[in-house]
């Protein structure tokens, strides 16, 4: 843990990816104390940044995660945990991922662009 650089609140961003699809479910907050309780408990633990407390993802709706593997970038800022998706997903829209809406983005190919 000591490799893990928390920002000046005490926070990193948590990725939160399916296992087995690869798809992207969530993104949340972790400090020192949700990060331990997550590997020690193999369920996903977060900071709630607005409510000052700590949530273990589906506690109340029974979503629950179930952490696979738990990894770090390069430069130590951000965490990624693979893991079992249980229940209907783990977005609280009830949608199974919370990255189901898109933005338009310019159809650029590199190989054509002008000099």
């Known amino acids: 843990m000591d490799e893990i650089a928390f ?10 990816q399916d296992d ?9 907050w972790m400090n020192k104390e949700s990060l331990a309780r997550t590997l020690e408990t193999g369920r996903t633990w977060f900071w709630s940044r607005s409510r000052q407390e ?4 589906g506690e109340t709706s029974g979503d629950r995660q179930f952490v696979r593997s738990a990894h770090y970038d390069c430069d130590g800022d951000t965490l990624l945990f693979k893991v079992r998706q ?4 783990a977005c609280h829209t009830g949608e199974y991922s919370c990255f189901f809406r898109s933005l338009d983005v310019a159809d650029a190919d590199p190989g054509t662009e002008e000099e």
């Open 20 to 28: 087995e699809s690869g798809e992207v479910l969530m993104l949340a």
């Open 54 to 57: 700590y949530w273990c993802k």
């Open 86 to 89: 249980e229940g209907r997903g």
């Open 7 to 16: 920002n000046d609140d005490g926070l990193v961003p948590a990725i939160i």
